[in-house]
């Protein structure tokens, strides 16, 4: 099994950035995806980015293409959410999963989650 802990959430005005970390233990990290995701009260869990550990393919939601940018360090088994330009509506809490043949945008198809991350953008 895959433990996963997302780490690097806060308080950020608009327009700042952070970064998330999601370090992964228990397994080898290669050969996973890894996936990020989002949700705000109320609202239904949304599908960010993802990256496939071996090589390197990445995935970008519209609502955030241009803005995040996902990497690996498979060295140090952690993946990391750059988030630029935030808005107050990137205000959620933030969950970093993994899966051997997921992808995508549809958190079904991952198997490990972490704990999550708490973000927030004021305006």
């Known amino acids: 099994d895959v433990h996963l802990v997302e780490s690097g959430g806060g308080l950020v005005q608009a327009g700042g950035s952070l970064t998330l970390s999601c370090a992964a233990s228990?397994?080898?990290?290669?050969?996973?995806?890894i996936g990020w995701f989002r949700q705000a009260p109320g609202k239904e869990r949304e599908g960010l980015s993802c990256i496939d550990t071996n090589d390197g393919s990445t995935f970008y939601a519209d609502s955030v293409k241009g803005r995040f940018t996902i990497s690996s360090d498979n060295a140090k088994n952690t993946v990391y959410l750059q988030m630029n330009k935030l808005k107050p509506e990137d205000t959620a809490v933030y969950y970093c999963a993994a899966d051997l043949s997921g992808w995508g945008p549809n958190g079904s198809l991952y198997d490990y989650w972490g704990q999550g991350t708490q973000v927030t953008v004021s305006s």
């Open positions: 228990g397994s080898t990290f290669d050969g996973y995806a």
